[in-house]
Each structure stands twice: as structure tokens, then as C-alpha cells.
């Protein structure tokens, strides 16, 4: 059983920052991509940012410049530094990755989805 466990969102005002932080546990063999996706109300779900175990990066344009993603593989963490926020940024913010899980020697890749965390910023 593998679990996303999000913390960091909250409020904050437009040209403010704020850190998201997303934990993996449980039997977890490796983890390739993790990143983050949000969803604001009465839209689709859609890309935040994307970074590899290797440590190759993809951001949404909406993002480019203000947001960072990074991650500390001996923890099974991602980050996402959100810097300059706007109110358009406001959104659910759900932490994604995709695992490989071992069980008696066998091996599974499957994705996997936190809670989601809430990030409202007001203008």
C-alpha cells in the first residue's frame, strides 16, 4: 500500500509565497515521476510541474519563472516552491507520482494520488 501525504497549503495574499511538500510511504521500490497537477473550481485537472528521479524538470507556462519543483529521493519527497502567486493560482493542489511497488519479488508500477491541499490566494 503506498500513500501521497500533501501539507503546506493554505492562504496567502497575491505576491506571496508559499511550499508545498508531498511525502511517499509504504512499500515502495522506486518512484520515477512526481509532480503536481491543481484543479480550480468548475475546471479540469491540469499540469503543474513534473520532475524525473533523474531530475529533468517540465512547468506549465502558467508557472514558468515563479514556481519550483524539486525533490529529496532519499525521503521519497517533492516540493513545490510557489513564488508570486497570483489569485488565478488558486486551486486545489494534488501531488502525483508514479511507483514501483515490490511484494514477495514481484514488482508493479501504478500511479498514485495525494488528498489534494488547498491554496487560495487573495488579491
Known amino acids: 500500500q503506498v500513500q501521497l501525504v500533501e501539507s503546506g497549503g493554505g492562504l496567502v495574499q497575491a505576491g506571496g509565497s508559499l511550499r508545498l511538500s508531498c511525502a511517499a510511504s509504504?512499500?515502495?521500490?522506486?518512484?520515477?515521476?512526481m509532480g503536481w497537477y491543481r484543479q480550480a473550481p468548475g475546471q479540469q485537472r491540469e499540469l503543474v510541474a513534473t520532475?524525473?528521479?533523474?531530475?529533468?524538470?517540465n512547468y506549465a507556462d502558467s508557472v514558468k519563472g515563479r514556481f519550483t519543483i524539486s525533490r529529496d529521493n532519499a525521503k521519497n519527497t517533492v516540493y513545490l516552491q510557489m513564488n508570486s502567486v497570483k489569485p488565478e493560482d488558486t486551486a486545489v493542489y494534488y501531488c502525483?507520482?508514479?511507483?514501483?511497488?515490490?511484494?514477495?519479488?514481484?514488482?508493479?508500477?501504478?500511479?498514485?494520488w495525494g488528498q489534494g491541499t488547498q491554496v487560495t490566494v487573495s488579491s
Open positions: 509504504g512499500s515502495i521500490f522506486s518512484i520515477n515521476v
Open positions: 520532475i524525473t528521479s533523474g531530475g529533468t524538470i
Open positions: 502525483n507520482a508514479r511507483i514501483t511497488t515490490s511484494q514477495a519479488m514481484s514488482f508493479m508500477t501504478s500511479e498514485y
